[in-house]
């Protein structure tokens, strides 16, 4: 079966620490995303890629970082400059970026400062 | 600039038929689309409008009037599994996906 797998569903994070959060699919698409979303308010869009060993930031990039360097792979590290990082974090992935195509969500990953 | 504005909540009752509305405003258009998010799962896709007029899909119906800026979504027969929080985007002319908070849907037996 075909879909996005994001792991691992629950995370922690301690103060000045790097966390790294894993999504991997196998559906065979070119664009991948990772959005994140807080009580009340829309998914925003943190960094998205287009293809492989290509990424561009989104409209909260600041603190994070992701790699491209397979096409079905796209992690995201949460770093010790993101200052407000408890979210719940999805990561979703297209056929192609144009758009008009449906997102495909996997089941998100939810992280938290202990 | 961009905006996009849903109820935040809305009741109805098991068996009955419920419209959940979207607002929005955007420089550049590309299509709309609605999704359905069980709490603390991901979200699903359900439709995608580019053109005015109503896609049925089942239970499930959406709308669209671009000269409007307004889509629908209509649910119809609801059973309580449809209780969740539905998600309307709009693409823009960046081919970006701007979404609404959502409107959580709570119904009743």
């Known amino acids: 079966d075909g879909g996005i797998t994001q792991s691992p569903k629950y995370l922690f994070r301690k103060e000045g620490q790097n966390v790294t959060l894993s999504c991997e699919q196998n559906?065979?698409?070119?664009?991948m995303y990772w959005y994140r979303q807080d009580p009340g308010q829309g998914l925003r869009l943190i960094y998205y890629?287009?293809?492989?060993?290509?990424?561009q930031k989104g409209d909260i990039a600041e603190g994070y970082s992701v790699s491209r360097e397979k096409k079905e792979s796209f992690p995201l590290t949460v770093t010790s400059a993101q200052k407000n990082p408890t979210a719940f974090y999805l990561c979703?992935?297209?056929?192609?970026?144009?758009?008009?195509?449906?997102?495909?969500f996997g089941d998100g990953t939810r992280l938290s400062i202990l | 600039g961009q905006n996009i504005d849903q109820p935040t909540e809305m009741t109805a009752t098991e068996g009955a038929i419920v419209q959940i509305n979207c607002t929005y405003q955007?420089?550049?258009?590309?299509?709309l689309f609605w999704y359905q998010q069980h709490a603390g799962e991901a979200p699903t896709f359900l439709s995608y409008?580019?053109l005015d007029g109503l896609e049925e899909k089942g239970r499930f119906s959406s709308f669209l009037s671009r000269s409007k800026g307004y889509s629908y979504l209509l649910l119809k027969e609801l059973q309580m599994k449809d209780s969740a929080s539905y998600l309307c985007?709009?693409?823009?002319?960046?081919?970006?996906?701007?979404w609404g908070a959502g409107t959580k849907l709570i119904i009743k037996p």
């Open positions: 890629s287009q293809i492989v060993n290509d990424f």
């Open positions: 985007a709009l693409s823009n002319s960046n081919y970006q996906l701007i």
């Open positions: 979703a992935s297209s056929i192609e970026g144009g758009g008009g195509q449906p997102q495909h």
């Open positions: 559906l065979n698409h070119d664009a």
């Open positions: 955007t420089s550049g258009f590309n299509g």
């Open positions: 409008n580019v």
